[in-house]
Protein backbone atom coordinates (compact mmCIF):
# COMPACT_ATOMS: atom_id res chain seq x y z
CA UNK A 1 0.00 0.00 0.00
CA UNK A 2 0.59 3.58 -0.21
CA UNK A 3 0.62 4.63 3.44
CA UNK A 4 1.03 8.21 4.79
CA UNK A 5 1.95 6.73 8.15
CA UNK A 6 4.70 8.55 8.52
CA UNK A 7 6.44 9.83 11.97
CA UNK A 8 8.71 12.90 11.97
CA UNK A 9 11.41 13.49 14.96
CA UNK A 10 13.20 16.70 15.56
CA UNK A 11 17.00 15.89 16.05
CA UNK A 12 20.30 17.83 17.16
CA UNK A 13 22.64 16.01 14.99
CA UNK A 14 25.25 15.67 11.75
CA UNK A 15 24.71 13.38 8.33
CA UNK A 16 27.27 12.97 5.95
CA UNK A 17 25.29 13.11 2.57
CA UNK A 18 26.43 13.51 -1.11
CA UNK A 19 27.65 16.88 -0.56
CA UNK A 20 29.93 15.76 2.47
CA UNK A 21 28.76 16.10 6.64
CA UNK A 22 25.50 18.52 7.43
CA UNK A 23 23.60 19.57 10.20
CA UNK A 24 20.46 17.37 10.24
CA UNK A 25 17.41 18.55 12.40
CA UNK A 26 14.42 16.65 11.39
CA UNK A 27 14.58 12.61 11.34
CA UNK A 28 11.45 11.16 8.65
CA UNK A 29 10.19 7.65 9.34
CA UNK A 30 7.72 5.60 7.35
CA UNK A 31 6.86 2.46 6.42
CA UNK A 32 6.04 1.88 2.87
CA UNK A 33 7.26 1.36 -0.15
CA UNK A 34 11.13 1.57 -0.59
CA UNK A 35 12.99 3.15 -3.78
CA UNK A 36 16.30 1.15 -3.35
CA UNK A 37 16.05 -2.07 -1.14
CA UNK A 38 14.52 -5.33 -2.85
CA UNK A 39 11.30 -5.42 -0.66
CA UNK A 40 7.48 -4.32 -0.98
CA UNK A 41 7.67 -2.53 2.13
CA UNK A 42 10.33 -0.80 4.56
CA UNK A 43 11.41 0.77 7.16
CA UNK A 44 12.23 4.16 5.77
CA UNK A 45 14.33 6.84 7.58
CA UNK A 46 15.64 10.07 6.25
CA UNK A 47 17.72 12.10 8.07
CA UNK A 48 17.04 15.13 6.50
CA UNK A 49 18.59 19.31 6.49
CA UNK A 50 15.45 21.38 6.52
CA UNK A 51 17.41 24.15 5.29
CA UNK A 52 18.80 22.88 2.36
CA UNK A 53 16.36 20.09 2.14
CA UNK A 54 19.33 17.80 1.70
CA UNK A 55 18.70 14.60 3.17
CA UNK A 56 20.58 11.19 3.90
CA UNK A 57 17.96 7.87 3.58
CA UNK A 58 18.07 4.11 4.63
CA UNK A 59 16.07 1.76 3.77
CA UNK A 60 15.51 -1.27 6.49
CA UNK A 61 13.80 -4.46 6.30
CA UNK A 62 11.57 -4.49 9.47
CA UNK A 63 13.48 -6.90 10.99
CA UNK A 64 16.71 -4.95 10.51
CA UNK A 65 14.89 -1.44 12.15
CA UNK A 66 13.92 -3.56 15.14
CA UNK A 67 17.23 -5.00 15.76
CA UNK A 68 18.69 -1.60 14.96
CA UNK A 69 16.25 -0.09 18.17
CA UNK A 70 17.09 -2.84 20.06
CA UNK A 71 20.95 -2.09 19.89
CA UNK A 72 20.31 2.03 19.48
CA UNK A 73 18.49 0.79 23.06
CA UNK A 74 21.88 -0.78 24.31
CA UNK A 75 24.15 1.15 23.38
CA UNK A 76 22.83 4.39 24.73
CA UNK A 77 21.99 2.24 27.84
CA UNK A 78 25.61 1.46 28.36
CA UNK A 79 27.26 4.54 26.56
CA UNK A 80 25.41 7.18 28.74
CA UNK A 81 26.25 4.89 32.09
CA UNK A 82 29.52 5.61 31.48
CA UNK A 83 30.32 8.95 28.91
CA UNK A 84 27.25 11.35 29.79
CA UNK A 85 28.10 14.46 30.93
CA UNK A 86 29.14 17.70 30.77
CA UNK A 87 29.36 18.28 26.77
CA UNK A 88 26.91 15.72 25.73
CA UNK A 89 23.97 17.75 26.30
CA UNK A 90 21.45 17.81 23.03
CA UNK A 91 21.27 21.51 22.78
CA UNK A 92 17.50 21.15 21.22
CA UNK A 93 16.24 19.04 24.00
CA UNK A 94 18.31 20.42 26.61
CA UNK A 95 16.41 23.56 25.80
CA UNK A 96 13.34 21.93 25.59
CA UNK A 97 13.76 20.94 29.43
CA UNK A 98 14.76 24.52 30.70
CA UNK B 1 3.13 -5.59 -37.49
CA UNK B 2 5.95 -3.33 -36.65
CA UNK B 3 6.62 -1.62 -33.70
CA UNK B 4 5.42 2.08 -33.69
CA UNK B 5 7.49 5.33 -33.33
CA UNK B 6 6.66 7.19 -30.00
CA UNK B 7 8.60 10.55 -28.52
CA UNK B 8 9.04 11.45 -25.05
CA UNK B 9 9.83 14.69 -23.62
CA UNK B 10 9.79 16.52 -20.36
CA UNK B 11 7.02 19.63 -20.98
CA UNK B 12 6.01 22.23 -19.09
CA UNK B 13 2.25 21.97 -17.94
CA UNK B 14 -0.08 24.34 -16.40
CA UNK B 15 -1.30 22.65 -13.06
CA UNK B 16 -3.71 24.18 -9.62
CA UNK B 17 -3.58 27.55 -9.43
CA UNK B 18 -2.49 28.42 -12.81
CA UNK B 19 1.16 27.15 -11.94
CA UNK B 20 3.77 25.23 -13.99
CA UNK B 21 4.91 22.50 -12.98
CA UNK B 22 6.70 19.96 -15.50
CA UNK B 23 5.31 16.53 -16.66
CA UNK B 24 6.72 13.38 -19.09
CA UNK B 25 5.38 13.54 -22.31
CA UNK B 26 5.19 10.32 -24.66
CA UNK B 27 3.05 9.66 -27.74
CA UNK B 28 3.05 7.95 -30.89
CA UNK B 29 4.41 9.50 -33.47
CA UNK B 30 2.73 10.72 -36.91
CA UNK B 31 -0.31 13.11 -37.43
CA UNK B 32 -2.75 10.99 -35.03
CA UNK B 33 -5.73 11.70 -34.09
CA UNK B 34 -4.39 10.31 -31.03
CA UNK B 35 -6.77 9.16 -27.31
CA UNK B 36 -4.85 11.08 -24.25
CA UNK B 37 -4.32 9.74 -20.92
CA UNK B 38 -3.03 11.29 -17.86
CA UNK B 39 -1.42 8.81 -15.45
CA UNK B 40 -1.42 9.46 -11.86
CA UNK B 41 2.11 8.05 -10.03
CA UNK B 42 2.02 7.19 -6.61
CA UNK B 43 3.59 8.85 -3.25
CA UNK B 44 7.00 7.38 -3.96
CA UNK B 45 6.78 9.84 -6.69
CA UNK B 46 7.78 10.55 -10.25
CA UNK B 47 9.70 7.71 -10.45
CA UNK B 48 10.59 5.05 -13.33
CA UNK B 49 7.87 3.03 -13.05
CA UNK B 50 5.60 5.04 -13.92
CA UNK B 51 7.38 6.68 -16.41
CA UNK B 52 7.93 3.52 -18.17
CA UNK B 53 4.20 2.82 -17.48
CA UNK B 54 3.70 5.75 -19.65
CA UNK B 55 5.45 4.54 -22.24
CA UNK B 56 3.93 1.06 -22.64
CA UNK B 57 0.98 3.28 -22.84
CA UNK B 58 1.96 5.37 -26.13
CA UNK B 59 3.03 2.56 -27.72
CA UNK B 60 -0.42 0.91 -28.71
CA UNK B 61 -1.34 4.76 -29.23
CA UNK B 62 -2.14 6.45 -26.42
CA UNK B 63 -0.79 10.21 -26.13
CA UNK B 64 0.37 10.01 -22.09
CA UNK B 65 1.39 12.59 -19.82
CA UNK B 66 2.58 12.02 -16.26
CA UNK B 67 2.63 14.68 -14.40
CA UNK B 68 5.08 15.56 -11.72
CA UNK B 69 2.80 16.04 -8.38
CA UNK B 70 5.59 17.40 -6.48
CA UNK B 71 7.13 19.82 -8.69
CA UNK B 72 6.21 22.82 -6.20
CA UNK B 73 8.60 20.97 -3.40
CA UNK B 74 11.72 21.73 -5.07
CA UNK B 75 14.84 20.60 -6.91
CA UNK B 76 16.60 17.20 -6.83
CA UNK B 77 16.21 13.94 -7.60
CA UNK B 78 12.77 12.61 -8.12
CA UNK B 79 13.09 10.20 -5.17
CA UNK B 80 14.29 12.96 -2.58
CA UNK B 81 11.30 15.20 -3.78
CA UNK B 82 9.03 12.69 -3.33
CA UNK B 83 10.52 12.05 0.58
CA UNK B 84 9.72 15.56 0.78
CA UNK B 85 6.21 15.43 -0.38
CA UNK B 86 5.68 12.44 1.98
CA UNK B 87 7.32 14.04 5.14
CA UNK B 88 4.34 16.63 4.42
CA UNK B 89 1.59 13.70 4.17
CA UNK B 90 1.25 14.10 0.37
CA UNK B 91 -0.08 16.80 -1.71
CA UNK B 92 -3.97 18.39 -1.20
CA UNK B 93 -6.48 16.63 -3.10
CA UNK B 94 -7.78 19.95 -4.64
CA UNK B 95 -4.17 20.90 -5.44
CA UNK B 96 -3.93 16.88 -7.45
CA UNK B 97 -7.24 17.99 -8.91
CA UNK B 98 -6.10 21.29 -10.35
CA UNK B 99 -2.72 19.42 -11.48
CA UNK B 100 -4.79 16.76 -13.27
CA UNK B 101 -7.21 19.01 -15.01
CA UNK B 102 -4.24 20.94 -16.40
CA UNK B 103 -2.51 17.40 -17.33
CA UNK B 104 -5.95 16.73 -19.83
CA UNK B 105 -6.07 20.30 -20.80
CA UNK B 106 -2.36 20.25 -22.09
CA UNK B 107 -3.66 16.95 -24.10
CA UNK B 108 -6.90 17.88 -25.29
CA UNK B 109 -4.82 20.92 -26.46
CA UNK B 110 -2.55 18.94 -28.94
CA UNK B 111 -3.44 19.47 -32.62
CA UNK B 112 -3.48 15.49 -32.89
CA UNK B 113 -5.48 15.22 -29.94
CA UNK B 114 -9.17 12.98 -30.53
CA UNK B 115 -10.43 14.95 -27.97
CA UNK B 116 -10.85 12.38 -25.76
CA UNK B 117 -8.42 11.76 -22.24
CA UNK B 118 -8.68 9.02 -19.73
CA UNK B 119 -7.11 8.77 -16.55
CA UNK B 120 -5.33 5.67 -14.68
CA UNK B 121 -3.20 5.55 -11.64
CA UNK B 122 -1.46 3.30 -9.56
CA UNK B 123 -1.82 2.60 -5.75
CA UNK B 124 -2.37 6.41 -3.84
CA UNK B 125 -2.54 7.32 -7.62
CA UNK B 126 -5.55 5.13 -8.33
CA UNK B 127 -7.54 6.92 -5.42
CA UNK B 128 -6.66 9.89 -6.73
CA UNK B 129 -8.08 8.51 -9.91
CA UNK B 130 -10.95 7.25 -8.64
CA UNK B 131 -11.55 11.20 -6.86
CA UNK B 132 -10.76 12.62 -10.03
CA UNK B 133 -12.98 10.92 -12.20
CA UNK B 134 -15.54 11.72 -9.68
CA UNK B 135 -14.78 15.70 -9.32
CA UNK B 136 -13.29 16.53 -12.64
CA UNK B 137 -15.18 17.18 -15.83
CA UNK B 138 -14.90 15.41 -18.88
CA UNK B 139 -13.09 12.55 -18.30
CA UNK B 140 -13.86 9.43 -20.49
CA UNK B 141 -12.72 6.82 -18.53
CA UNK B 142 -10.64 5.84 -15.55
CA UNK B 143 -8.69 3.11 -14.71
CA UNK B 144 -7.94 2.54 -10.71
CA UNK B 145 -5.04 0.23 -10.09
CA UNK B 146 -5.38 -1.22 -6.37
CA UNK B 147 -6.01 2.23 -4.85
CA UNK B 148 -5.65 2.14 -1.18
CA UNK B 149 -8.21 4.63 0.65
CA UNK B 150 -10.66 4.73 -1.72
CA UNK B 151 -12.72 3.93 1.42
CA UNK B 152 -10.41 5.48 4.07
CA UNK B 153 -11.56 5.41 8.28
CA UNK B 154 -12.64 8.63 9.63
CA UNK B 155 -9.25 9.04 11.42
CA UNK B 156 -7.51 8.99 7.91
CA UNK B 157 -9.02 11.82 6.76
CA UNK B 158 -7.50 15.20 7.35
CA UNK B 159 -7.03 18.51 5.95
CA UNK B 160 -5.40 17.49 2.69
CA UNK B 161 -7.58 14.52 2.09
CA UNK B 162 -10.87 15.64 3.83
CA UNK B 163 -13.15 13.45 2.27
CA UNK B 164 -12.79 9.69 0.90
CA UNK B 165 -13.47 9.34 -2.73
CA UNK B 166 -16.05 6.71 -2.29
CA UNK B 167 -18.06 10.01 -0.90
CA UNK B 168 -18.07 11.03 -4.36
CA UNK B 169 -19.10 8.17 -5.93
CA UNK B 170 -22.43 8.86 -7.15
CA UNK B 171 -20.71 11.83 -9.08
CA UNK B 172 -18.89 9.36 -11.46
CA UNK B 173 -19.10 10.46 -14.59
CA UNK B 174 -17.05 8.10 -17.07
CA UNK B 175 -16.54 4.04 -16.85
CA UNK B 176 -14.33 2.46 -14.75
CA UNK B 177 -11.72 -0.45 -14.96
CA UNK B 178 -10.29 -1.38 -11.57
CA UNK B 179 -7.67 -3.92 -11.16
CA UNK B 180 -7.10 -5.66 -7.80
CA UNK B 181 -4.85 -8.18 -5.92
CA UNK B 182 -7.05 -10.29 -3.76
CA UNK B 183 -3.33 -10.66 -1.11
CA UNK B 184 -3.79 -7.09 -1.44
CA UNK B 185 -4.46 -5.19 2.28
CA UNK B 186 -5.06 -1.82 1.19
CA UNK B 187 -7.38 -2.17 -0.83
CA UNK B 188 -8.28 -5.75 0.90
CA UNK B 189 -10.84 -7.70 -1.15
CA UNK B 190 -13.50 -7.02 1.17
CA UNK B 191 -13.13 -2.89 1.04
CA UNK B 192 -13.13 -3.86 -2.99
CA UNK B 193 -16.31 -5.99 -2.78
CA UNK B 194 -17.51 -2.69 -0.80
CA UNK B 195 -16.56 -0.71 -3.46
CA UNK B 196 -17.88 -2.41 -5.94
CA UNK B 197 -21.87 -2.75 -4.40
CA UNK B 198 -21.85 1.15 -4.06
CA UNK B 199 -21.06 1.24 -8.36
CA UNK B 200 -22.81 -1.19 -8.93
CA UNK B 201 -26.31 0.14 -6.45
CA UNK B 202 -25.58 3.20 -8.44
CA UNK B 203 -25.64 1.85 -11.63
CA UNK B 204 -21.99 3.22 -12.85
CA UNK B 205 -20.55 1.78 -15.34
CA UNK B 206 -17.81 -0.43 -14.22
CA UNK B 207 -15.30 -3.25 -14.57
CA UNK B 208 -13.50 -4.85 -11.21
CA UNK B 209 -10.90 -7.61 -12.26
CA UNK B 210 -9.31 -9.42 -9.47
CA UNK B 211 -6.39 -11.43 -9.34
CA UNK B 212 -5.10 -14.66 -7.18
CA UNK B 213 -1.57 -14.72 -6.53
CA UNK B 214 -1.01 -11.55 -6.65
CA UNK B 215 -1.38 -8.25 -3.71
CA UNK B 216 -0.11 -4.93 -4.18
CA UNK B 217 1.48 -3.14 -7.02
CA UNK B 218 1.78 -6.44 -8.96
CA UNK B 219 2.60 -3.96 -12.52
CA UNK B 220 5.87 -3.17 -10.71
CA UNK B 221 8.04 -4.91 -11.97
CA UNK B 222 11.00 -3.30 -9.76
CA UNK B 223 9.66 -4.89 -6.66
CA UNK B 224 9.01 -8.53 -5.57
CA UNK B 225 5.82 -7.53 -5.46
CA UNK B 226 5.51 -8.22 -9.29
CA UNK B 227 3.38 -11.05 -10.72
CA UNK B 228 4.29 -11.37 -14.52
CA UNK B 229 1.27 -13.45 -15.55
CA UNK B 230 -1.15 -11.23 -13.78
CA UNK B 231 0.46 -7.71 -14.72
CA UNK B 232 0.11 -9.28 -18.38
CA UNK B 233 -3.14 -10.16 -18.17
CA UNK B 234 -3.97 -6.59 -16.23
CA UNK B 235 -2.22 -4.52 -18.88
CA UNK B 236 -4.35 -5.80 -21.48
CA UNK B 237 -7.02 -5.22 -19.95
CA UNK B 238 -6.57 -1.98 -19.52
CA UNK B 239 -5.39 -1.28 -23.17
CA UNK B 240 -8.35 -2.93 -24.28
CA UNK B 241 -10.18 -0.74 -21.99
CA UNK B 242 -8.82 2.19 -23.20
CA UNK B 243 -9.36 1.46 -26.79
CA UNK B 244 -13.22 0.72 -26.29
CA UNK B 245 -13.51 4.50 -24.15
CA UNK B 246 -11.05 6.54 -25.98
CA UNK B 247 -10.81 5.40 -29.15
Redesign the interface.
Known sequence: ????I?E?APIFGSAKGRSGWMRVD?A?V?Y??P?HV???HALNI?F?DSRS???V?VELSAASARELVRRIQAALDSGEAIHLGSGDEDPLHFARAM | MTYRNIICDVVPFTGHNGETGEAYYTRPAGPGPFPGVVLIH???GW?EFCIEAARKLAHPGFATLCNHLYFRM?D?DP??I???A??E??VSDEQMLGDVAGAMAFLRAQSNANGKVGIIGF??GGRQTYLSACRLPNVNAAVDCWG?RVMADPS?LNAK?PVAPIDYSKDLNCPMLGLFGND???PSPEQVNKTEAILKDLGKTYEFHRYDGA???FFDWS???YRPEQAMDGWNKVISFFNKNLG
Open positions: MCSYTKTVYDHVPLDDVKERA | HIPNGGDDGARRAGGCSGAQDKEGHARPS
